[in-house]
């Protein structure tokens, strides 16, 4: 079981940059690959983006078109999402997930095994 605990949301005009982080912990050596999802008002949970366990690789969703970058440091445990150019659609609660994968080839909602419980990021026009 992996315990996540994000921060770093709050209001940002459309266009500028945000980070949120994720802090997690596990009592086994296992290896997770983490992602980040995010829930608008009204809508399903949806991908945004995933690192591997070591970091080396990464996916995004189509919708990031390059803003978003996601990074982890293992020595403290925790994962990045640097968001870039906000757009008012980038409104949403922010979730920190960890994947029952060590890689990135699978990363859908169902692959994951363990969710923190986000962080809201709001983007104002």
């Known amino acids: 079981q992996v315990q996540l605990v994000e921060s770093g949301g709050g209001l940002v005009q459309a266009g500028g940059s945000l980070r949120v982080s994720c802090a997690y912990s596990?009592?086994?050596?296992?290896?997770?690959?983490m992602g980040w999802f995010r829930q608008a008002p009204g809508k399903e949970r949806e991908f945004v983006a995933v690192?591997?366990?070591?970091?080396?690789?990464?996916k995004y969703a189509d919708f990031v078109k390059g803003r978003f970058t996601i990074s982890r440091d293992l020595a403290k445990n925790t994962v990045y999402l640097l968001m870039n150019s906000l757009e008012p659609e980038d409104t949403g609660i922010y979730y920190c997930?960890?994947?029952?994968?060590?890689?990135?080839?699978?990363?859908?909602?169902?692959?994951?095994?363990?969710w923190g419980k986000g962080t809201l990021v709001t983007v104002s026009s």
């Open positions: 997930a960890a994947s029952k994968y060590d890689d990135v080839i699978k990363s859908d909602y169902y692959d994951m095994v363990d």
């Open positions: 596990t009592l086994t050596s296992s290896r997770h690959a």
């Open positions: 690192i591997s366990w070591s970091g080396g690789n990464t």
